[in-house]
């Protein structure tokens, strides 16, 4: 295990559901018959605590993750999940009812919160027929309970870290506290940092200087991603994303990454995009490459048309295999042809398995970008991309933008396969 810095580490404290913790002014009592939820047929209580209904198909997605990942874990091996900022605390109750995890640990630095996670955990037994704790909450600092568990050498095999806004604080020390194989669960909800409107705020969290690009939204993705693989090199680490999920309520970023031993290859996906405000071109250029940059729109010179953003991950957002498995799992289980807040999770699921082609590069192309430089209206989305498949190129949609395609076929191109596409149509009338 690689070491962590001391500095970022707290001294051990014995394993306690209730550990000693400095006095905190008292709360108003949550009222726990506030609102009552189902999710996929688990009811909970939210209480006064941040709850979104709309966050259910993050939590689908966790779910089934975590629950093809116990399936991989040796004879024996109980699924162990930390929920470090567990909220109401229904994703911990859904890892143990539904992804069948042996222990989670239920954490919440919000003492108020703890009648109403106790009450909705209480439907599960808190002790094994083994005699081993099933589940256990506290109120603690997410780092303070990443950092006591790694000291003692208790590792979790999923860390679900569900933040606000674009605090990565605790991503090192979470990385060590997952064990070899294990997965990390994180979020950001910054759209501004991935509009590029605060690059300083994103290369502060991320160490990504982010700069504003019309496909920002899967920006937000990568440069979560980015930072993630960032901090698990210097751990002796690497990652790899499972699935990338984009919700435009709040807006929420949500990354599934593999955690593994290793070092960072020379040739990982790791690098940075350029967008040309005059063309539309988008590009990818390695580090080696920093002193290229440049569109051919521009015959090579610098412009001030061009943007970079990064260092961002530049590789497949999903990985293919195991979505497949995710939607078999859904199937299985029922929860496939459901609609989730207007999110049928079937769909989403095909989607990503399309966006996963390691063809596709970065970034998408919205047809109301194609209308507007092409001064024309724009075919049907599904024409455009079948046309392209014919001629050649690899095009989806994308799961962030219903609008948009994800190709690898240079805008120009696009831009005349779609006019090509508007009088053959006009020729027909």
């Keep these: 295990m690689a070491a962590i810095p001391a500095f970022s580490l707290c001294s051990p404290l014995p394993l306690s559901p209730r550990p000693r913790r400095a006095p905190i002014a008292p709360r108003r009592p949550t009222a726990l018959a506030n609102t009552l939820e189902a999710e996929r047929g688990v009811e909970f209580e939210t209480g006064d605590s941040f709850f979104r209904r709309e966050s259910a198909v993050g939590r689908d997605l966790g779910v089934l993750s975590a629950a093809l990942h116990r399936r991989s874990l040796p004879p024996g091996g109980g699924l162990r999940v930390l929920d470090a900022m567990c909220g109401c605390g229904v994703r911990s109750l859904r890892y143990l009812a539904q ?73 090192r020390l979470a990385i060590a506290t997952i064990r070899k194989g294990g997965l990390l669960y994180v979020t950001s909800t910054d759209g501004y940092s991935s509009g590029g409107h605060r690059p300083h705020c994103s290369l502060a969290s991320y160490g990504a200087y982010v700069r ?7 920006v937000g993705l990568r440069m979560l991603i980015g930072g993630a693989l960032r901090e698990a090199a210097a751990l002796g680490y690497h990652i790899s994303p499972l699935f990338s999920f984009y919700s435009y309520h709040g807006p929420v970023f949500r990354v599934m990454l593999q955690v593994d031993r290793g070092q960072l290859h020379e040739k990982s996906r790791y690098g940075f995009i350029s967008y040309c405000h005059g063309c539309g071109n988008s590009q990818t250029y390695s580090w080696e490459e920093l002193g290229q940059i440049s569109c051919a729109c521009r015959n090579g010179e610098i412009s001030k048309s061009v943007v970079v953003s990064g260092p961002l991950w530049t590789g497949p957002l999903h990985d293919v295999t195991h979505v497949t498995d995710m939607l078999q799992l859904a199937t299985e289980w029922g929860w496939a042809c459901t609609n989730r807040n207007e999110v049928d999770l079937e769909k989403l699921l095909n989607q990503m398995i399309e966006e996963g082609d390691p063809r596709l590069p ?20 599904s024409t455009l991309i079948n046309t392209l498949k014919e001629e050649g190129y690899v095009a989806s949609r994308s799961h962030i933008a219903p609008n948009a395609i994800k190709t690898n076929c240079p805008i120009a191109e696009c831009i005349q396969f779609a006019r090509r596409l508007r009088c053959s149509t006009s020729n027909r009338r």
């Design 99 to 171: 992804a069948g995890a042996a222990f989670v640990w239920a954490n919440d630095a919000s003492e108020g919160c703890r009648p109403l996670i106790l009450s909705n955990l209480s439907g599960h037994p808190r002790v094994s027929p083994q005699g081993d704790r099933s589940w256990v909450v506290t109120h603690l600092d997410v780092n303070r309970v990443l950092a006591e568990n790694y000291l003692r050498k208790e590792f979790f095999d999923l860390v679900d870290v569900d933040c606000f806004g674009s605090d990565s604080s605790f991503m």
């Design 212 to 218: 504003p690009m019309p496909f920002s939204n899967e």
């Design 362 to 381: 970065p970034g998408y192309i919205k047809l109301d970008e194609i209308a507007s430089r092409g001064k024309m209206n724009s075919p049907p989305l």
